[in-house]
């Protein structure tokens, strides 16, 4: 990777990407893009374009003049909200890509994109879901998961694009929110204890999801594209995961912090429904040979850094109001 060009760059993913990435291959060398444009470290630190995947020939314009060798493309609407308007998450999910793809053939790019343990469905072994398993999500986030993959692998074999991708379990992370997704309550369930003491889940206890710490999930998108392309023998998607959880597990951990943190719940029927299709635990056993993922954050260790960082973001925002 030497010239790259992100799409989704102001998106969860996005923010701490770019950032690495600028930290390891120059500011110069890391185009961001996004559909929106925000007051943003992303924005300040380096090239930022605003870019609608879904328009091919300003995705192919934009990368030729970035002279991008590498695509990672994160342009995507989440589950809950493809859920809420299930034609726009295919037209965005699915042409968004397309137009990626095009670039990377046109311009010999490497091409990154995440799926997801949405490419999962009901009928999925539940518990060390393998690698290769049956896929048949009912949700239009899941659906457009499986056929991104399934694209992605089209492109390499017929046209030799040098495609990579992660199915990311929920992410969790302090510097950028997450924006509709069904993982999102892990997230929101930190802060919530931080500001108010208590937190009340739309996801029900003893949902048990996959869920990884953002560095973590950073250094494998970096570690699969730097990886020796002739070791891959899955490509789109690698199954990666840090633990195995529930909303009890995290208010477990953040009460060593905490003690008298209170969880409640109020159960969002359709965010249940899309929880309840996914596995409980994958294996990423694939990953860890094809290239060497591992991770450095388990359930406790991140809640410290969560907790320590978060609390530092709301002094700083205390001192700035007062
Ligand atoms: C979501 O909840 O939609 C995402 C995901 C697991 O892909 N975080």
């Not at 809950?80 to 793809?101: F, M, Q, R, V």
Request: charged share 25%; proline share 4%; with cysteine.
């Amino acid at each position: 990777m030497k010239r790259i060009m992100v799409t989704g760059a102001l998106g969860q993913i996005g923010c701490d990407l770019v950032a690495k990435l600028r930290k390891i291959y120059g500011e110069e060398a890391v185009l961001a893009t996004d559909i929106r444009q925000i007051d943003h470290e992303i924005v300040q630190s380096g090239y930022f374009r605003i870019l609608d995947v879904t328009d091919s020939t300003a995705f192919y314009e934009v990368a030729r003049e970035h002279r991008a060798d590498t695509i990672i493309h994160l342009a995507a609407l989440l589950s809950a909200k493809a859920e809420s308007d299930p034609a726009l998450a295919w037209h965005l999910n699915i042409s968004g890509l397309l137009s990626g793809l095009e670039t990377a053939r046109a311009l010999s790019c490497q091409y990154f994109t995440p799926s997801s343990i949405a490419a999962f469905g009901a009928n999925t072994p539940k518990n060390s879901t393998p690698q290769d398993t049956l896929q048949r999500p009912l949700t239009m986030y899941g659906v457009s998961k499986v056929a991104g993959e399934l694209l992605c692998d089209y492109y390499y074999h017929k046209y030799g694009v040098d495609t990579r991708g992660l199915r990311f379990p929920g992410l969790i992370s302090h510097s950028a929110p997450p924006g509709g997704g069904t993982t999102d309550y892990a997230v929101e369930m930190y802060e919530a204890a931080i500001r108010n003491g208590n937190y009340t889940s739309y996801i029900n206890k003893e949902t048990y999801l996959d869920m990884m710490y953002m560095p973590d999930a950073i250094d494998a998108v970096i570690a699969l594209m730097e990886a020796d392309s002739s070791k891959l023998k899955h490509r789109n998607a690698f199954n990666v995961t840090a633990m195995s959880i529930d909303p009890e597990k995290i208010a477990e951990s953040i009460r060593r912090h905490i003690p008298e943190f209170t969880l409640h719940y109020d159960i969002d029927p359709v965010r249940q429904a899309i929880a309840e299709e996914w596995p409980d635990s994958i294996d990423a056993t694939a990953a860890r040979e094809e290239w060497g993922f591992d991770v450095q954050y388990d359930l406790n260790r991140m809640t410290d850094d969560m907790l320590s960082k978060l609390k530092g973001k709301l002094q700083a925002e205390h001192s700035r109001i007062g």
